[in-house]
């Protein structure tokens, strides 16, 4: 057990007692602080005190905090692989596929439960020996997560994704053609009908924005050929799309996603924004249809992630490969990622490099600002 005695000092006076601790403990987050006194661990003058009392000069408040107990979940070998680790963080590539959180009934695997074999250095969340999720993604995402070892340090990083001092980039693959590079800048909130989406078609919400550069397009065009069964007959127009990197300014549950098709550019195997609908228009020889097939989920990445580190300030800048699925997705479009200029984009070690047939379009120029 920790303990931490300390005196208020005149400039502290009159601060409630759970602020007060957090201010004078940065290790304790103000709920941590909270779940303390509720606990009984926290004394003013020799006395148990509720959140809200405000100590007054020269008051000593002793604090006890409980060594960190042990999660309920089995940890379990994921074969998670770090970007970046240290005694503070961890940046991981997250795998498609994976949530990051147990479920109401905490059946099944989850990134906590790889999290919890990964890392033997944990020192405590909200007095648990767990894992401190900093951000999420999407079960059906990939890419980029930060994952805090401590309570502190959990709380700088937070603090930092809030104050928007982390760059965030992301890898999509959308439907149609969308502007060279573009901006979407709404309100957000819940949808007004499905309660699982969000939308930016709502009146009152957050502010949400996300900006985009197109790297690549497919274009779409008549096809000939002997119509199928459910299906319109020679001279179809196919389906088009665009490969896009992402910025985002503000972190909203579902934001490209629902960005994105509220625009009208639903991510290719999005069954909840409507990319999956789609693509049951196309005809499966579609190379839209062959691409959302091979991705085999929301064709979405966090490819990107940069912040200083919560202790030292020095920056750190991770890069997660681009999986199998996209470039196999990506390569049915005839898009090769590496051909795009700049630095190569990285690729797992397994990763075949896909043939470059015709219909692939790169992006030149800057066409005007677009918001479908």
């Known amino acids: 057990m920790k303990s931490i005695r300390f005196a208020v000092e005149p400039s502290e006076a009159g601060t409630r007692l759970d602020q007060l601790i957090a201010q004078r403990a940065p290790e304790l987050s103000r709920a941590r602080a909270k779940q303390l006194i509720d606990e009984g661990q926290v004394r003013v003058d020799e006395k148990l005190a509720k959140a809200s009392l405000r100590p007054r000069e020269g008051q000593s408040i002793a604090i006890d905090i409980p060594a960190p107990k042990p999660i309920r979940l089995e940890p379990k070998d994921l074969s998670l692989r770090p970007l970046y680790e240290d005694e503070e963080l961890l940046v991981l590539d997250k795998p498609a596929g994976i949530a990051v959180h147990p479920g109401a009934g905490g059946e099944g695997e989850t990134l906590v439960h790889g999290l919890l074999h990964h890392v033997g250095d944990l020192r405590g969340i909200g007095g648990e020996l767990r894992p401190g999720i900093v951000h999420r993604l999407d079960k059906d995402t990939s890419g980029c997560l930060v994952v805090a070892k401590s309570e502190a340090s959990l709380q700088r990083l937070q603090s930092a994704f809030k104050a928007r001092q982390v760059e965030k980039r992301y890898l999509a693959l959308v439907h149609g053609l969308v502007a060279e590079r573009g901006e979407l800048d709404t309100l957000y ?16 919400g957050k502010r949400a924005q996300t900006r985009w550069t197109r790297l690549a397009a497919h274009e779409g065009g008549a096809r000939a050929g002997k119509p199928q069964a459910g299906r319109s007959g020679a001279g179809e127009q196919s389906g088009s799309a665009s490969f896009v990197e992402v910025e985002l300014l503000t972190g909203r549950t579902h934001q490209i996603r629902a960005h994105f098709a509220d625009a009208g550019h639903p991510l290719l195997g999005d069954s909840l924004y409507g990319g999956v609908k789609r693509e049951g228009r196309l005809d499966e020889r579609d190379p839209i249809a062959r691409a959302a097939k091979a991705v085999g989920r929301q064709a979405l990445h966090a490819w990107k992630l940069a912040f200083a580190h919560p202790s030292s300030g020095k920056p750190i800048a991770c890069t997660a490969p ?30 075949a490099r896909a043939a470059k047939p015709a219909g692939a379009v790169l992006a030149r120029g800057v066409a005007k600002r677009a918001g479908k």
């Open 189 to 204: 909130g819940r949808h007004p009908v499905d309660r699982k989406r969000f939308s930016s078609q709502v009146r009152e």
């Open 322 to 351: 681009i999986p199998s699925e996209l470039r196999a997705a990506l390569g049915a479009l005839g898009i090769d990622p590496d051909a795009l200029g700049g630095p190569p984009l990285p690729a797992p070690p397994s990763a």
